[in-house]
């Protein structure tokens, strides 16, 4: 089936810095989203993306939809304490479905 | 206005019982969604409903497993019976549309012993 490769698994960075993640595919996506889950809690919504090409920010958080629509990469600069979690990317295949498929995940630790 | 309600937060069972999970979406969505996450798994998409309806349930493990949508506010994953490898986080999420993002409930942790 589908699926959608993230990298890197895990991230261990110092406060104050830039950190940068992303999401390939063999498959051609309509939508990309961004997603942080914290601990006990569910996936949240970062960003959502529409086009190919489209760069969207969010606070420090900037995401791209890839323009051969077959990636995606989300930027978060400044990193803080707060900003440790997972994040996930999730694609859609075709806007008439529901169905996402999500990468793997990436795990950002913050060391203040 | 509130998000996707999932309750119980936590369930723990003993193989062979049923178990239920229940759902409260967005008010005004009428997408419905039932994920699993494990380790191995990541997360995984079992079933969706639109307008009540089950739209595609290609996700659904086993017969075990089974899912309703009586009406717009409410919805149902049922395991029976249980077992073990069942154990994981089961999500909810709803979305207004289609093609809109989906907003995910707090989940529920099911533990099957």
């Known amino acids: 089936g589908q699926q959608l490769n993230q990298s890197p698994q895990s991230m261990f960075i110092q406060e104050g810095e830039d950190v940068s993640m992303n999401c390939t595919s063999s498959?051609?996506?309509?939508?990309w989203l961004w997603y942080k889950q914290e601990p006990g809690e569910g996936p949240v919504l970062l960003i959502a993306l529409y086009k190919a090409g489209e760069l969207t920010s969010n606070g420090r958080l900037t995401a791209q939809f890839g323009i051969t629509r077959k990636d995606s990469f989300l930027n978060i600069s400044a990193s803080i304490p707060s900003d440790v979690g997972i994040y996930f990317c999730?694609?859609?295949?075709?806007?008439?479905?529901?169905?996402?498929?999500f990468g793997q995940g990436t795990t950002l630790q913050v060391k203040p | 206005d509130a998000g996707v309600i999932q309750s119980p937060r936590h369930e723990v069972t003993e193989m062979g019982q049923e178990v239920t999970l229940r759902c409260k979406p967005i008010?005004?969505?009428?997408?419905l969604f039932w994920y699993r996450q494990t380790m191995m798994r990541g997360l995984e998409l079992l079933i969706y409903f639109n307008n009540n309806v089950p739209i595609d349930d290609s996700g659904m493990p086993e017969d075990r497993f089974s899912a309703k949508m009586p009406n717009a506010s409410f919805s149902t994953l049922k395991i029976q019976p249980s077992e073990p490898r069942d154990s994981a986080v089961y999500f909810c999420a709803s979305s207004y549309d289609v093609g809109q993002p989906q907003h995910f409930g707090d989940g529920t942790r099911l533990s099957i012993l």
């Open positions: 999730a694609g859609q295949l075709r806007r008439n479905t529901g169905k996402l498929i």
């Open positions: 008010s005004g969505h009428d997408y």
């Open positions: 498959s051609i996506f309509n939508t």
